[in-house]
């Protein structure tokens, strides 16, 4: 079926380093792309979203990259910091449907100071 | 404003039992959606309301129905509990219909079944 493919499963990084997360999607109608962010314990929370006439979106320390012939999109994340610490789920919109998104299994992201 | 709240934060129940989880907005948000989540499975979506009346499935609608009480209300509602239904819900609500505006989500309930 349609689904979100997302890697890796878990990233160790030392803080200041950059950290990237790399989602692959199926259906090539899918046209939204939003990142959440969700710290251990706590509800996940939108941190940036691209949609496919962009192919770049940058918030501060953050960025998202958009590969509509490959069927990917990126998280970057530079200058890392303690802080960044979460799990991240990558998700797109899959199957035309307007209400439902889909979620990648999530990232652990771990940043060592 | 609270945002978006759940009750109850944490629950447990026997196979066979039945219980309803309750999600409440204040933000005057036309959608709302519930969602479960598993370790290593991400956010899988049970069911959603797109506006107050309406009600349709998600990815994983097989064991639960939900009401849409009012704008601020939605609730879900497990009939028979079996331990596969064990997993951290969450509710979610975003301001337009549709899902190209951000989703803003309750602080979930952890739910066992034994």
């Known amino acids: 079926g349609e689904n979100v493919e997302q890697h890796p499963s878990t990233l160790s990084v030392q803080e200041g380093d950059s950290a990237v997360i790399k989602c692959t999607y199926s259906?090539?109608?899918?046209?939204?792309f939003p990142w959440y962010k969700q710290e251990l314990g706590k509800r996940p929370q939108l941190i940036i979203d691209i949609r496919s006439n962009v192919g770049e979106k940058k918030d501060q320390r953050i960025a998202v990259t958009l590969n509509k012939t490959a069927k990917h999109f990126s998280l970057h994340i530079t200058e890392t910091q303690p802080e960044d610490s979460a799990v991240y789920f990558c998700a797109a919109v899959i199957g035309g449907s307007n209400y439902k998104l889909t979620f990648g299994k999530g990232t652990l992201l771990t940043v060592n100071p | 404003n609270a945002g978006v709240t759940q009750t109850p934060k944490f629950q447990v129940l026997k196979t066979g039992q039945s219980m309803t989880l309750q999600c409440a907005q204040d933000?005057?948000?036309?959608?709302m959606y519930w969602y479960r989540q598993d370790p290593g499975m991400g956010l899988r979506l049970i069911y959603y309301?797109?506006?107050?009346?309406?009600?349709d499935k998600g990815e994983v609608p097989n064991g639960y129905n939900v009401s849409r009480l009012n704008k601020r209300e939605f609730s879900l509602r497990l009939e028979s509990a079996a331990p596969s239904q064990t997993s951290v819900y969450f509710c979610?609500?975003?301001?337009?219909?549709?899902?190209?505006?951000?989703?803003?989500f309750g602080p979930g309930t952890r739910l066992t079944v034994l």
């Open positions: 979610a609500s975003s301001p337009l219909a549709g899902v190209y505006n951000e989703q803003f």
């Open positions: 259906d090539s109608a899918s046209n939204y």
């Open positions: 309301s797109a506006s107050e009346g309406t009600t």
């Open positions: 933000m005057n948000h036309n959608s």
